[in-house]
């Protein structure tokens, strides 16, 4: 077959699996499998398809019919104009994160210390990292396959030797000094919500990642409390959040006493993503 016909094909066999981005994801697994881009649509339609790739995109076909998303069948995904390896140990970067990214930019000038806590894949740490100068990272998370991960990521973006990996609950227990900016993309979403969301969501990405608790607010009410022995004075806490939990977790840090300059910034569709606190 060529090229033009089998994407087609892909394309109606996500559709008919209800799959909202047939289109698209159709594409990227095509293009995984041939290795091309997306210009081969346009350029070279009639490109032979062999039998071999069209064998390993229909198997790849099936297990996005069942929901897997693109990004874990990949092994890669694109934020922040990066590309980081993901697997089912770390949550998919998404395009609300950037803008706790783009927010914590703000804040973060060459040679500060920044610590992200449940740092993932590590792409939030690792944006920062990029888009400033000898800046440098400490990244925590509680699973030791996430951080694999995230080291991985960090050699390949050439960051090794500007972040460092601890294995810890939230904070760790050793002797890490302070930072000028504290990040973080906590479990959020509500225990008894996880069974209410999208297959690629809750039979795929990290329970660990997504469960905050009967409330959502665990990790928020320890982050508040435990921030300020790691953060310069005038340092700051920037947290991504539900779209609904804006005003709880500013009653968090306003009840805490030590945080001001509290404000809550949007994502690209509106909804209410980040929060942000300067630490007296």
């Not at 016909?5 to 996500?14: A, F, H, M």
């Not at 927010?103 to 973060?108: K, M, P, S, V």
């Not at 991960?149 to 302070?178: C, H, M, Q, W, Y």
């Not at 005038?234 to 009840?255: P, W």
């Amino acid at each position: 077959m060529i090229y033009k016909d089998i994407l087609e094909n892909g394309t109606e066999t996500l559709k008919r699996a209800g799959i909202t981005e047939a289109k698209l994801d159709a594409r990227l697994l095509l293009e995984y499998v041939c290795e091309t881009d997306h210009s081969t649509l346009y350029a070279h339609p009639d490109r032979e398809v062999s039998e071999a790739e069209e064998q390993k995109y229909n198997e790849l076909l099936l297990r996005r019919e069942k929901r897997e998303p693109v990004a874990y069948i990949l092994g890669k995904w694109d934020f922040m104009g990066l590309s980081f390896n993901v697997s089912k140990d770390v949550l998919i970067p998404e395009q609300d994160t950037e803008a706790l990214v783009e927010e914590a930019l703000r804040y973060c000038e060459d040679k500060m210390r920044i610590l992200d806590l449940c740092t993932g894949s590590g792409c939030i740490a690792l944006s920062l990292l990029n888009y400033t100068n000898e800046t440098h990272a400490v990244c925590t998370d509680i699973s030791k396959a996430a951080l694999k991960v995230a080291k991985e990521n960090a050699d390949s973006l050439g960051f090794g030797d500007r972040a460092e990996f601890i294995e810890t609950d939230l904070f760790p227990d050793i002797a890490i000094g302070k930072f000028d900016v504290i990040v973080s993309n906590p479990p959020y979403i509500a225990t008894e919500v996880i069974k209410t969301l999208a297959p690629e969501v809750k039979d795929y990405e990290p329970n660990l990642a997504l469960d905050g608790s009967k409330d959502g607010l665990e990790f928020y009410r320890r982050i508040v409390n435990g921030a300020g022995e790691y953060l310069f004075s005038s340092g700051y806490l920037i947290m991504e959040i539900g779209y609904d939990q804006a005003e709880a977790v500013k009653a968090l840090l306003t009840e805490n006493g030590k945080y001001h300059d509290i404000e809550v910034i949007k994502d690209y569709a509106g909804n209410d993503r980040v929060v942000r606190a300067c630490y007296y």
